[in-house]
């Protein structure tokens, strides 16, 4: 054998000595200017959403893994609960006098108390995922780009001006003057027409 040949060449190949690794996942939000309205405290930058449709994405994931976590933890507990209200009655099991009736009869009674379990939690895992949500979401940062004229101007001057006569659509470059404003809250893009962002997201994000 030739002294300088690797035993177990396949050893050494490219898909056995490299390592892949996942792509990093893309950040949800990203670093801007702070402005005049911020908190000097917190820096001069802060973190915000390209976009109200990215801020409205991170809210709907925000809700929906709120929910699945909330719904599986509540599967096991409707389970035990409708196994525990079902179970037979204690002297047929110390008499071990059971009958396919028996049998059929608690499985239908079980799927029963199931689904009025789930249908009970998964209403109540909705309020929970929106009262965990909605309040972090409602005081996040968007970036103040990418508005079109009119919701600009309307942004700004709620921002700027709350309380103040509205000047307008060409009064924009007064706003920028004067406020510079890099940044809006989400509870800024509501609006007075709006109760919930539930409600926004239906009127204005497909």
């Known amino acids: 054998m030739d002294g300088g040949a690797l035993p177990n060449p396949g050893d050494y190949s490219t898909a056995a000595t490299l390592i892949p690794f996942p792509r990093p996942l893309p950040l949800l939000r990203g670093p801007i200017k ?4 911020d908190d000097p405290s917190s820096g001069p930058y802060v973190l915000a959403f390209k976009t109200p449709r990215a ?3 991170a809210h709907r994931s ?4 709120i929910i699945a976590q909330c719904e599986s933890g509540a599967r096991i507990g409707c389970s035990i609960s409708a196994s525990s209200k ?3 009655p204690w002297w047929k099991a110390i008499l071990g006098v059971y009958s396919k009736h028996d049998f059929k009869a608690r499985e239908r009674c079980e799927e029963i108390e199931m689904e009025a379990c789930l249908a009970a939690a998964k209403e109540r895992c909705g309020g929970f995922a929106k009262q965990r949500c909605e309040p972090a979401f409602m005081n996040a940062r968007i970036v103040a780009t990418g508005f079109d004229s009119k ?4 942004l700004i001057s709620t921002v700027c001006f709350a309380g103040e006569k509205s000047y307008g659509i060409g009064f924009w470059g007064e706003f920028v003057q004067k ?3 890099t940044n809006i809250r989400g ?3 509501l609006g007075s027409d709006c109760v919930d962002i539930d409600e ?3 009127k204005n994000i497909v």
Do not use: F, I, M, T
Request: glycine share 8%; net charge positive.
């Open 34 to 37: 702070a402005g005049p309205l």
């Open 55 to 57: 801020w409205a994405a």
């Open 62 to 65: 925000c809700r929906a893994q």
């Open 86 to 88: 079902c179970k037979p």
């Open 151 to 154: 919701g600009v101007s309307r």
């Open 179 to 181: 406020c510079e404003v």
């Open 187 to 189: 509870r800024d893009l």
């Open 200 to 202: 926004y997201l239906r």
